[in-house]
């Protein structure tokens, strides 16, 4: 069996002597018995390899251990290799370790292709398309995290929320590439207005959502950044027409527990709230789309 097995298999002594190393080992390894024999079995395994140490403790803790580890090849690369080690007594009272070894490459690069599809449609099921921004299930995840860190070092999060009230308008009059670009504006304003540290979210059709820590004094100068760059002769272009927008600013204060779901309703309140002083002070009718606003 020793001789004919498929796995690899190498007897060593405690302190990594090699005393029988099979074919197949030989084959995974790509040495003779007698270089493997020279190198001993602690020579063969990557000594930076944290598993290696890790498995060597349990081995020593419980009897054996099953890891991947490194492996060095007689051409000086390494390789990976599912290794299962077991201390034994011989029936000379000699103690021994038993090291089967097994190729698992083709199963370790689909476990990593998996975790990088996994990593992918993570990223997918979090973004929204049509602006690259985090969508509702984005912003639960970064929003959350978001909040710990403002309740940990009690800062303030300024919270932004935003509806394009005219895409309804743009998509009829133009077309539906209109309404689209509206939204692709929106969102390139909020970009350039916003730090990389912020949180940024598409969370409906037409609404979107800021979450900004320790703003202050700079909330005035985002909103005039972000409503300059809608105005902008070059962003007017690319719409087809001016963009129109309402909006409302909340705050959360440091060591205000307020969850995100209150957060973002505070802040759609503000928004409404301000949208409907505006169209008051204008003489808009309540359905009418209004011109941009704010609200504390």
């Known amino acids: 069996m020793f001789e004919h097995a498929s796995e ?10 090699v005393i029988a190393v099979n074919p197949a080992a030989c084959a995974l390894l790509a040495m003779t018995e007698e270089e493997i024999s020279l190198l001993g079995f602690d020579g063969l395994v990557d000594q930076e390899d944290p598993r290696w140490q890790i498995a060597a403790a349990e081995r020593e803790r419980s009897g054996s251990a099953v890891t991947v580890v490194r492996l060095r090849r007689g051409d000086g690369r390494y390789v990976e290799l599912e290794t299962t080690t077991r201390r034994f007594v011989s029936s000379d009272g000699t103690a021994l370790v038993f ?15 998996l975790q990088e599809v996994s990593a992918r449609l ?12 985090q969508n509702r299930r984005g912003l639960t995840a970064a929003g959350t995290v978001l909040l710990q860190i403002a309740d940990g070092q009690s800062s303030e999060i300024d919270a932004l929320f935003m509806d394009v009230d005219n895409v309804k308008e743009l998509n009829e009059t133009i077309g539906l590439h209109a309404g689209d670009a509206a939204l692709q504006a929106v969102a390139r304003a909020l970009t350039v207005a916003f730090r990389k540290v912020d949180v940024l979210a598409r969370i409906g059709g037409t609404t979107f959502l800021a979450l900004a820590p320790n703003l202050g004094a700079e909330r005035d100068t985002v909103t005039t950044r972000v409503l300059d760059h809608l105005a902008a002769e070059g962003t007017v272009e690319f719409v ?26 505070r802040s759609d309140r503000a928004m409404l709230e301000a949208r409907a002083v505006r169209r ?7 359905e009418a789309p209004a011109a941009s606003t704010t609200s504390r």
């Open 280 to 286: 008051a002070a204008s003489g808009l009718p309540a």
């Open 122 to 133: 993570l990223v997918v099921s979090r973004t929204d398309e049509l602006t690259g921004f």
């Open 240 to 265: 087809g027409a001016p963009v129109q927008v309402s909006y409302g600013w909340t705050t959360r204060l440091p060591g205000e527990r307020c969850s995100l779901e209150e957060l973002v309703e």
């Open 99 to 113: 090291n089967v070894l097994r190729d698992v490459s083709s199963r370790i690069e689909l476990e990593r292709e």
């Open 8 to 17: 690899g298999m190498i007897f060593a002594t405690p302190d990594g002597a």
